[in-house]
């Protein structure tokens, strides 16, 4: 069983792009009017003043700002600080993305995964996920590993899924060493390797993962 998919995706994916938000954005050439809205904006969220922030945001997302616009397309998809809208979410995150946000990339990836705010397309899911993976963004490598794994939108490729589960681990998404030690665990795409497999669980248990933490305790690890 690999540890992320449905509503448990979306919970880890909203917590990811949490985090992501926090951090200083590194887009080049933003205008200072735009970046400094965005400083604004988070400023007026962690005063919990979540409805001002939104209109920040929004503002900063019409002059440009792509992070702005992942930040606006949360807000609607969690109904924090607006009604919750989840097609509005999907509009604000196709913005995201196409400015090169690729956690908002993923979030729609998400979404055409499981139909929310637009219609189920898991090769679009496919192409968003790889177009965020490959922008770094490390648990939309998770979710394209999971696609190889389990044949969605894709043929199955467990060497593949594997890989991609180490890419996610190394680049700080716990759920892809959750995911990793299952295919170690079960030898699924690569040589069985349970002694790893506990290390890989235990990695993703000290970093947050729920799934992780529940692997850990089930069994002692065996060569």
Same mark, same amino acid.
């Given at each position: 069983?690999? %540890?992320?998919?449905?509503?448990?995706? $979306?919970?880890?994916?909203?917590?990811?792009?949490?985090?992501?938000?926090?951090?200083?954005?590194?887009?080049?050439?933003?205008?200072?009017?735009?970046?400094?809205?965005?400083?604004? %904006?988070?400023? $007026?969220?962690?005063?919990?003043?979540?409805?001002? %922030?939104?209109?920040?945001?929004?503002?900063?997302?019409?002059?440009?700002?792509?992070?702005?616009?992942?930040?606006?397309?949360?807000?609607?998809?969690?109904?924090?600080?607006?009604?919750?809208?989840?097609?509005?979410?999907? @509009?604000?995150?196709?913005?995201?993305?196409?400015?090169?946000?690729?956690?908002?990339?993923?979030?729609?990836?998400?979404?055409?995964?499981?139909?929310?705010?637009?219609?189920?397309?898991?090769?679009?899911?496919? @192409?968003?996920?790889?177009?965020?993976?490959?922008?770094?963004?490390?648990?939309?490598?998770?979710?394209?590993?999971?696609?190889?794994?389990?044949?969605?939108?894709?043929?199955?490729? @467990?060497?593949?899924?594997?890989?991609?589960?180490?890419?996610?681990?190394?680049?700080?998404?716990?759920?892809?060493?959750?995911? $990793?030690?299952?295919?170690?665990?079960?030898?699924?795409?690569?040589?069985?390797?349970?002694?790893?497999?506990?290390?890989?669980?235990?990695?993703?248990?000290?970093?947050?993962?729920?799934?992780?933490?529940?692997?850990?305790? @089930?069994?002692?690890?065996?060569?």
């Amino acid at each position: 069983m690999i %540890a992320v998919q449905g509503k448990s995706a $979306l919970r880890v994916l909203a917590c990811a792009l949490a985090v992501a938000l926090l951090l200083p954005s590194s887009a080049a050439g933003q205008a200072g009017t735009a970046q400094d809205l965005f400083t604004h %904006a988070q400023g $007026l969220d962690r005063e919990g003043k979540h409805a001002e %922030a939104v209109a920040a945001f929004r503002r900063a997302c019409t002059a440009g700002h792509a992070e702005s616009c992942t930040a606006v397309g949360m807000r609607y998809a969690e109904g924090s600080g607006v009604t919750q809208d989840v097609q509005r979410a999907a @509009e604000f995150y196709q913005l995201g993305c196409d400015g090169d946000s690729f956690a908002a990339c993923s979030a729609l990836g998400t979404m055409y995964a499981d139909g929310m705010g637009v219609a189920k397309y898991e090769p679009r899911a496919r @192409e968003l996920f790889q177009q965020a993976c490959n922008g770094g963004f490390a648990p939309a490598c998770t979710a394209l590993g999971v696609r190889y794994a389990q044949a969605f939108g894709a043929e199955r490729n @467990e060497p593949r899924a594997a890989q991609l589960y180490e890419q996610a681990c190394k680049g700080g998404d716990p759920e892809g060493c959750a995911n $990793l030690g299952v295919v170690f665990r079960d030898g699924t795409g690569v040589h069985r390797d349970r002694m790893r497999a506990a290390v890989l669980f235990r990695r993703a248990c000290d970093a947050g993962s729920a799934a992780g933490c529940r692997y850990l305790n @089930e069994a002692p690890p065996k060569r």
